[in-house]
């Protein structure tokens, strides 16, 4: 088992006090990495705390209204066995856009006419 906290990263940390407001998964629930997983509430700002790496959410450490330091593990992620784990979902919205930038792709090649800028036209090739 290959655990991994979840904590503030440096520039998440501005010294004021911050609190959790909600978790957006519960444990047991699969989320992916750089995808928001906890709202933090400051005196300033609400802030998300994002999936350091994808896997399953095995621990929740803190609750709603818990405060919230730089060195505080808000919760673990179980990161074994990661490809069994992704969701169906996940894995047809990623076919579908490939299918869409291929169609994209292929209208471009079979219409000469098409009227597009030169920057994107590079970022299609």
Sequence with gaps: MSLVSIV???????GTKATVSSWLYKEGDFVEKNQPIVELETDKVMMEVIAPESGKLVAIKLNSGDEVTEKTILGKIDTTDVAKNIPKHAEK????????????EQDVQNNNQLAISPAVR????
């Design 8 to 14: 503030l990263s440096e520039d998440q940390t501005e």
């Design 93 to 104: 919205n990623t076919h579908a856009a490939n299918d869409a930038q291929q169609d994209i």
């Design 122 to 125: 590079r970022l299609l090739q």
